[in-house]
T-cell receptor, first 114, second 109 residues
Framework: SAVISQKPSRDICQRGTSLTIQCQVD?????MFWYRQQPGQSLTLIAT?????????ESGFVIDKFPISRPNLTFSTLTVSNMSPEDSSIYLC???????????FGQGTRLTVV | SQQGEEDPQALSIQEGENATMNCSYK?????LQWYRQNSGRGLVHLIL?????REKHSGRLRVTLDTSKKSSSLLITASRAADTASYFC?????????FGTGTRLQVFP
């Protein structure tokens, strides 16, 4: 299993500002995943973060808007840049312990942009 | 979008009744997983069924998989008020999970 600490748990931010979300895992993992969950919707994968290389972004998401860091095998950050009200969502980080295994999730960051 | 579809979108039942949720997906898969989410919090893994399996049980959960129809179902038997949550299927075929649209389950005491 894996225990993930994600912070902040929630924040209210002004439009035009940026927020960095942190994700700390209690064990080393190869890949970390960042998801967005818009109100009442399902999870959409933003990007996959590998240690030592640039994150791989899904269609519709770009590095300038969602820069990701992965300095080591237990930690990652996601920044939501130049925020607008449309960025109001829950952001979740996730890891797995190998291909085709269950995923573990942080408790999420509930972001409201005003 | 490759996102799977789930139905129903919402389901309300009484305690003790069974709840069935269905998931359809579009691509070939390595496995299909079901997750639960309470009130917009993190997801909790419930059960994983591999593409060569047809049925799997875990406690009050029963999952079926039909790869020819690209569909799966999750059955929760003898539901409890504490089962109230959103349930998502997720398919895994390229080392990343693609989540379905989700079913919001409300169990009334």
């Amino acid at each position: 299993s894996a225990v993930i600490s994600q912070k902040p748990s929630r924040d209210i931010c002004q439009r035009g500002t940026s927020l960095t979300i942190q994700c700390q895992v209690d064990s080393q993992v190869t890949m970390m995943f960042w998801y967005r969950q818009q109100p009442g919707q399902s999870l959409t994968l933003i990007a996959t973060a590998n240690q030592g290389s640039e994150a791989t972004y899904e269609s519709g998401f770009v590095i300038d808007k969602f820069p990701i860091s992965r300095p080591n095998l237990t930690f990652s950050t996601l920044t939501v840049s130049n925020m607008s009200p449309e960025d109001s969502s829950i952001y979740l980080c996730s890891v797995d312990k190998g291909s085709s295994t269950e995923a573990f999730f942080g408790q999420g960051t509930r972001l409201t942009v005003v | 979008s490759q996102q799977g579809e789930e139905d129903p979108q919402a389901l309300s039942i009484q305690e003790g009744e069974n709840a069935t949720m269905n998931c359809s997906y579009k691509t070939s898969i390595n496995n299909l997983q079901w997750y639960r989410q309470n009130s917009g919090r993190g997801l909790v893994h419930l059960i994983l069924i591999r593409s060569n399996e047809r049925e799997k049980h875990s406690g009050r959960l029963r999952v079926t998989l039909d790869t020819s129809k690209k569909s799966s179902s999750l059955l929760i038997t003898a539901s409890r008020a504490a089962d109230t949550a959103s349930y998502f299927c997720a398919t895994d075929n390229t080392d990343k999970l693609i989540f379905g649209t989700g079913t919001r389950l409300q169990v009334f005491p």
